[in-house]
Nanobody
Framework: QVELVESGGGLVQAGGSLRLSCADS????????MGWFRQAPGKEREFVAA????????YYADSVKGRFTISRDNAKNTVYLQMDNLKPEDTAVYYC????????????????????WGQGTQVTVSS
């Protein structure tokens, strides 16, 4: 069973950095491909980044490419999202998600692709 818990959110000024963590308490984390999504008030949940179970392949939304980095440590059952040069438009609740399937970014970027979700962590970027 997969149980995902995000942490690391908070309030930061524009240009600052945060690192989000998503930990799984189960024993099969290494078999899951992981994604990060975000949802701003009044908007749909959107794809941010994804990483293959081995860490060997990563995908990013164009809006965060070059600023965010997804990584994972399977020994710690944790996936990370390093967010640098944050902008006010990055303000949202950030969610991690897990899936045992993989595919092209057009597939991996869909919320329906994932069957396990965390509860979310708030990120607020002030201008």
């Amino acid at each position: 069973q997969v149980e995902l818990v995000e942490s690391g959110g908070g309030l930061v000024q524009a240009g600052g950095s945060l690192r989000l963590s998503c930990a799984d308490s189960g024993r099969t984390f290494y078999t899951y491909n992981m994604g990060w999504f975000r949802q701003a008030p009044g908007k749909e949940r959107e794809f941010v980044a994804a990483i293959y179970w081995s860490g060997g392949v990563t995908y990013y939304a164009d809006s965060v490419k070059g600023r965010f980095t997804i990584s994972r440590d399977n020994a710690k059952n944790t996936v990370y999202l390093q967010m640098d040069n944050l902008k006010p438009e990055d303000t949202a609740v950030y969610y991690c998600a897990a899936s045992q399937s993989w595919g092209k970014i057009s597939i991996v970027a869909r919320t329906a692709f994932y069957n396990h979700w965390g509860q979310g962590t708030q990120v607020t970027v002030s201008s």
